[in-house]
């Protein structure tokens, strides 16, 4: 052999070693258990289901009496089209076989392993690639460009790097393809060919839909039997149809139908939608090829040209290859739900990419040697061209979409819910459930499904002694329809979300179940309202429980008279004293130094962490009012009346102005500061805004509470504020009484 040739042997060797490189790459970026896509997390609770040595194809995720409870009232993590509801238990939509040879490297690696079987079975498929293409006679060169071709410029490798199973399919039906080959070249034996077919069966078990592939392999089986009378095709046939009903009988037995919980999607569906349906799902299926495998296109215009040219010669098997591929594309459409979902290329297709790259290198070579100069150059030139785009989109934009993905989509927030003190979490989206499965082992997940009540959840929650919980919004906000909650059921159930964080799609929230805020109403409205026969109701006992209570107030009463009238504003160059005059209609500012005042000096320090821009209470916008000085603590109410002007440029007009408003109060106890959040409203011209007052100060069961007389308008309600280590937080605010 000369020196050349043994070159040439090595080359494909030294491809496939770059190509293992590359793929450890993508692994190494596989940082915890998050998938790039949901299905993932529902195959993993399985693998461990089996890890457990619970060998059932029932989906049993472990958790507590009353959480299973829940899942059977209708806040299961998962529905259709994912995992169904059989009378024996919930079952996946995925094969079983993947999962059960995964469980191994599961036990033995931890997550890690659930990767071995992705790669092993890519890397295989390289080799026997390979040897598909040497036994085809492909001269060396071309063998090892396309070869570069599979590995670089098509999607399989990126799905080297991601937990799925169709590396493992990829693999399997390749093998039919590659007896079809060799059976070609030379006859095999019997049990040979029984082997060769059993395997190719096994495809139906890893993707379902791959049926069409075995069916088109059998069909030109019995074609070849006929015209050559070899008894391998038969054992071949016999091998292929072995392992397919084996897995309709498994279904049968498993879900009580042949085609297994999977094609529930389409079982039912007309043949009017399906015809549709189909359609659109194979076109985008061979747009998304070109997209994904731009060496397509030097396929279609060289099969062109040849067909033109009118070569009768084309070698074998180029007519087998694209019988093969063309019925699959035309005939799968009919047994698919949809067009993939989140995915790298038409996942449900690229089965067929190691055949139009083995399709690709005879076509080559055959231009190579036959080809018109002009056309030879032409056509190498878009085939260079194509395969150089191929390698861009997959092996450049596919790891950086891979390694992005596996970074930011999932990762951030299933380290946030791991570290989060609550146990429950309730997802809107069943997607979201999927993905975080590695929580599910500290968590326990519930699927608010659209148009369901979160009142019986909630009520469960609180009753098992959960006060909080994680709410996660996939790819919308709290308050827009799309969350599945309702605002009714939020006040009824007594709920108040705290916006915590977003992590790509995911919005986190964390709900508070404020439960006991009927019952405080109760207290009070029992301890703190008379009858009135004006208003309902009345208040009464203000400062019950607060001994002698001093108060200050900031704002002078007296400095108006029949001429005038006074208000205190917040101008953008500080605090002023307004003073109108009706009849000369002008008006008279007189700057104000709140801080200076002896009644407050002693807390301004306490004040800091509120006089500042995060808290939104600025020290030259808020204007004090009152501060009361009672036997349990100290209160500071104040306001903001702002307009957005300074001194110099007010008018009088700018008073009938609709300005933003707030009022809100500071508790002062044991030298801490305790305040609640700032609600933001506007003040009216002829309404006004509205004013708080301090009522009382008490405590129930163990829990001390800050009462509060707010008047809005013609409305008098009570705020009922509760003291936590966080703050004020509002349980509840009731009218009880007004014109």
Same mark, same amino acid.
């Given at each position: ?293 731009? *060496?397509? !296109? #030097?396929?279609? &215009? $060289?099969? =062109?040209? /040849?067909?033109?040219?009118? %070569?009768?010669?084309?070698? @074998? ?35 067929? *990419?190691? !055949? #139009?790259?083995? &399709? $690709?290198? =005879?076509? /080559?070579?055959?231009?190579? %040697?036959?080809?018109?100069? @002009? ?365």
């Amino acid at each position: 052999m000369s020196a050349e040739k043994k070159r040439c042997s090595w080359l494909p060797f030294i491809i496939m070693a770059c190509g293992i490189f590359y793929t450890f790459y993508l692994l190494s970026h596989v940082a915890d258990e998050v998938f790039y896509s949901g299905d993932g997390g529902l195959k993993t609770l399985l693998i461990k289901q089996f890890a457990r040595g619970e060998l059932r194809a029932a989906l049993d995720i472990p958790a507590p009496a009353w959480v299973k409870n829940l899942w059977e009232k209708g806040y299961y993590p998962f529905d259709p089209p994912f995992v169904y509801r059989l009378p024996s238990g919930n079952y996946t939509a995925f094969s079983l076989l993947f999962p059960l040879l995964s469980t191994p490297f599961f036990k033995l690696l931890g997550f890690k392993g659930l990767y071995i079987l992705p790669a092993l079975f890519l890397w295989l498929l390289w080799l026997r690639f390979l040897l598909a293409a040497r036994k085809l006679g492909l001269q060396e060169k071309i063998s090892t460009i396309i070869l570069a071709v599979l590995i670089f410029a098509t999607p399989l490798t990126i799905y080297g790097g991601i937990f799925w199973e169709h590396t493992f399919g990829f693999f399997l039906a390749f093998w039919g393809l590659e007896f079809l080959v060799n059976q070609g070249q030379k006859e095999i034996s019997r049990w040979k060919a029984l082997t060769w077919g059993i395997i190719s069966g096994l495809i139906v078990w890893i993707r379902s839909e791959t049926v069409c592939l075995v069916a088109v392999y059998c069909l030109l089986g019995i074609y070849f039997y006929f015209k050559s009378q070899q008894s391998s095709w038969i054992y071949f046939l016999i091998g292929s149809l072995a392992s397919v009903l084996l897995y309709y009988s498994a279904n049968l037995i498993i879900s009580g139908h042949p085609l297994g919980v999977h094609s529930f999607q389409v079982i039912g569906d007309t043949m009017g939608k399906r015809f549709f349906q189909s359609s659109d799902i194979f076109l985008f299926s061979l747009t998304r090829l070109m997209i994904f495998m731009p *060496v397509l !296109i #030097f396929i279609i &215009l $060289a099969l =062109i040209v /040849l067909y033109l040219q009118k %070569k009768r010669e084309i070698p @074998f098997p180029v007519s087998y290859l694209i019988l093969i591929s063309g019925v699959f594309l035309i005939l799968v459409p009919f047994l698919l739900p949809n067009t993939g979902g989140k995915q790298w290329g038409p996942r449900y297709v690229l089965v067929l *990419v190691p !055949i #139009f790259v083995l &399709l $690709a290198g =005879i076509l /080559l070579e055959f231009i190579l %040697k036959a080809g018109k100069k @002009f056309l030879k150059y032409a056509l190498l030139s878009i085939f260079i061209i194509s395969s150089a785009l191929g390698l861009y989109k997959n092996s450049y934009v596919g790891a950086a979409t891979l390694i992005k993905d596996y970074r930011d989509r999932v990762k951030p927030a299933l380290d946030f819910i791991r570290h989060s003190q609550n146990s429950c979490v309730i997802v809107n989206n069943q997607y979201v459930a999927q993905e975080l499965e590695a929580a599910f082992e500290q968590k326990y997940f519930f699927y608010l499904r659209p148009n369901s009540s979160l009142l019986p959840l909630i009520s469960e929650i609180f009753e098992k002694g959960y006060e909080h919980f994680l709410f996660l919004s996939y790819q919308s906000q709290l308050g827009r329809t799309e969350m599945n909650v309702s605002a009714r059921d939020v006040r009824l159930a007594g709920i108040k979300f705290h916006y915590l964080a977003k992590y790509s799609d995911y919005y986190l929230y964390e709900g508070e179940i404020l439960a006991k805020a009927q019952e405080v109403e109760d207290y009070v409205r029992e301890t703190y309202l008379v009858p009135d026969k004006i208003y309902g109701f009345a208040p009464a006992h203000q400062y019950k429980n607060l001994g002698k209570v001093n108060i200050h107030s900031f704002l002078p009463e007296n400095r108006a008279d029949e001429t005038s009238f006074v208000q205190y504003l917040a101008l953008d160059d500080g605090i002023y004293l307004v003073r109108y005059y009706y009849k000369l209609t002008k008006i008279t500012l007189e700057k104000v130094d709140q801080m200076k005042d002896p009644r407050i000096y002693k807390f301004q320090g306490i004040m800091e962490q509120f006089l500042s821009p995060k808290n939104r209470y600025l020290a030259k916008e808020i204007i004090f009012e009152n501060f009361i000085t009672t036997k349990k603590g100290n209160f500071l109410f104040f306001i903001l009346k702002k307009i957005k002007t300074n001194s110099k440029d007010f008018k009088p007009e700018d008073l009938n102005k609709e300005r933003i408003f707030w009022q809100s109060f500071i508790y002062f106890q044991n030298e801490q500061a305790f305040g609640p959040s700032v609600e933001v409203s506007r003040e009216d011209s002829d309404t006004g805004g509205y004013d708080r007052s301090l009522w009382d100060i008490f405590s129930h069961k163990s829990h001390e509470y800050i009462l509060i007389y707010k008047i809005v308008y013609e409305s008098h309600n009570f705020e009922i504020f509760e003291k936590t280590a966080k703050g004020l937080t509002k349980v509840q605010e009731f009218s009880f009484g007004g014109l």
